[in-house]
């Protein structure tokens, strides 16, 4: 799923979790969405950062939600990748930065789906 599926939605809430693999998004409609990774063997993916705050997404229309994704070397492991969510509302821009490592043979892919309440 896409995240771009969140323009023009108004959320009521976005909740990271304490462990920083989790956030989920909660519609004025009801809606969930969960953005996360499923963790396995050897692999870490996690919320490095979030640029902005996330309450400037709440209680008005969702202008912008995207994704931009890069991978490269991570040095003691074979591969890492970024990915950035970019989001926007007339309140201001929140960007949420993941970053996944592995030993190469692991997804470090951030999952986006529509979750039951």
């Known amino acids: ?7 023009g939605k108004t959320l009521s809430s976005a909740k990271m979790n304490e462990d920083k ?3 989920i998004f909660t519609t004025t409609e009801g809606e969930n969405y969960k953005m996360y990774h499923s963790q396995d063997c ?4 996690l919320v ?4 902005g705050d996330l309450s400037n997404l709440i209680d008005t229309p ?9 991978t ?23 960007t949420i930065r993941w970053y996944g490592t592995s030993n190469g043979y692991y997804s470090e892919t951030v999952d986006f789906e ?3 309440p």
């Open 1 to 7: 799923m896409e995240v771009s599926l969140l323009i």
């Open 114 to 116: 529509k979750i039951n």
């Open 72 to 94: 490269g070397d991570a040095g003691g492991y074979d591969t890492c990748t970024w990915t950035f969510y970019n989001f926007a509302t007339i309140k201001g821009y929140v």
């Open 42 to 45: 050897c692999e870490s993916v």
């Open 48 to 51: 490095e950062d979030i640029a």
């Open 62 to 70: 969702i202008l912008v939600a995207n994704e931009i994704s890069n």
């Open 21 to 23: 693999d989790e956030i």
